[in-house]
Each structure stands twice: as C-alpha cells, then as structure tokens.
C-alpha cells in the first residue's frame, strides 16, 4: 500500500512538474524573465496542482481543506527550498545550463522528493490524533 501511494505521489508530483516546467518555460522563454524570478513565480500554480490532486487522489483529504492547503503550502516552501537551493548550486556549478532552465528544475525535483512526500504523509494528511473516542 505505501509502495503504490509513493507510485501515485510520483505521479501527482510528475503532473506538479509538468505545471512548472510550462510557466518557467513560457516565463523564460516568451517572456524573456530571468531564470530565478521565473522559477519563484512558477512555484505557485505547481503546488497548487498537486496539493488538490494528492488530496482527491492520493492522501485523504482532511475535514479542513483551507488548514490543509496552508500546511501542504508551508511544507512545500519547505520542499521547495531543497528544490531551489539545488537549482541554483547546478546553475552556479554549470552556468551553460541556464538556457536549458529545465534541467536544474528536474534535479532539484528530484533531490526534493522524499522531504515532500515526508511531511505530506505524516504532517499534511495525517489524522489528528484528538484523544476522544468516537462520537455515539
């Protein structure tokens, strides 16, 4: 079962990257922003995406779905510090690729990866434990 929600948060996750890596691109490549300033802006409607697609698909979601989107945000500014910081030390390490901008995107997705998977299975969409038994 875990297995098969990790294939699925992958999933939901390759579906996030897609969503990125077409307004970094446009970002970058129609609008002729920079690298950086294009990946912060590109960040927003990726989350998004994959916060209601992992509630509907692969996490349950919780009763509060405004808490939950604030908590799977928070996580993901988390996770996406990992993922930046990645992207700019390939960026620094090989200049030449900040015309490829998709190829740092790519490494500092996956080095994020298992952070963000972490805190939305036990901090984003885990049950509350409320120390009361069930309602009669």
Known sequence: MQFRRFAS??????????VDAAVLSLLVHVWGWGPYS????????AVTATWYCNRRWVFSGTK?????????????VVGAAVNLGTYVLVLAAFPV?????????AVGSAVALV??????SRFVFATAPTGRGPRP
């Open 9 to 18: 948060f992958i999933l939901v996750g390759s579906l996030g990257f897609v």
């Open 64 to 76: 509060d779905p405004a808490r939950e989107y604030g908590a799977y945000f928070g996580a993901q």
């Open 97 to 105: 690729v900040a015309r490829f901008p998709l190829l740092p995107l």
């Open 115 to 120: 952070f963000n998977y972490t805190a939305a």
């Open 38 to 45: 294009a990946r912060a802006l590109s960040f927003v409607p």
